[in-house]
């Protein structure tokens, strides 16, 4: 692949940078960039190394880029009753269960089909709810929230010691387009 002056500009694009960014970025002016975009100069190796360096990092998103805000929660205390409800009304597959700001659980539809009886409705999630969804940083890549929803169902996504969102597979096929 020859990289050209049109090539890092459709990548800086891309990557949602401006040129002043990207500068900063890679340790050269902006002038430089915007040279190096037109064709104008003809760069030193180790600076096209650093620019498509900067772009590839870029170009990676992150869970903050895809997750689900607004994650709604239930109790231990609560009934499935409730939670069924809240889960058909939301179209939602997956609750965390918050105890205080502490996420002791989870519970799904598979639990709760996998618990059907006559007294389910009356249950407390307490007594049916899994373990909690693993939980990675707004900064975590796609990647690695892609790995984990292989043996679970959903990631919660923190920041600064508290919930931010969630990605679930439905997430994730988002961003294939």
Do not use: W, Y
Request: net charge positive; proline share 3%.
């Amino acid at each position: 692949m020859i990289i050209t002056g049109n090539l890092i500009r459709k990548l800086r694009r891309e990557a949602g940078l401006t040129q002043k960014k990207l500068a900063e970025l890679a340790g050269v002016s902006q002038a430089h960039i915007a040279k190096i975009e037109k064709g104008k100069v003809d760069p030193r190796l180790s600076t096209v190394n650093k620019i498509i360096e900067v772009l590839a990092k870029g170009s990676i998103k992150k869970c903050r880029d895809v997750m689900t805000k607004g994650v709604l929660f239930v109790k231990p205390e609560d009934n499935v009753l409730k939670v069924s409800e809240v889960m058909v009304n939301h179209a939602i597959s997956q609750l965390p269960v918050l105890d205080g700001n502490k996420v002791v659980g989870t519970i799904t539809e598979e639990i709760i089909v996998r618990n059907l009886g006559a007294n389910i409705a009356k249950e407390q999630v307490k007594k049916v709810m899994g373990p909690p969804l693993p939980m990675v940083s707004e900064e975590t890549s796609i990647e690695t929230a892609r790995s984990l929803l292989e043996k679970h169902q959903g990631v919660l996504v923190t920041g600064e010691n508290e919930i931010l969102g969630i990605i679930t597979r439905s997430d994730l096929l988002k961003i294939i387009g």
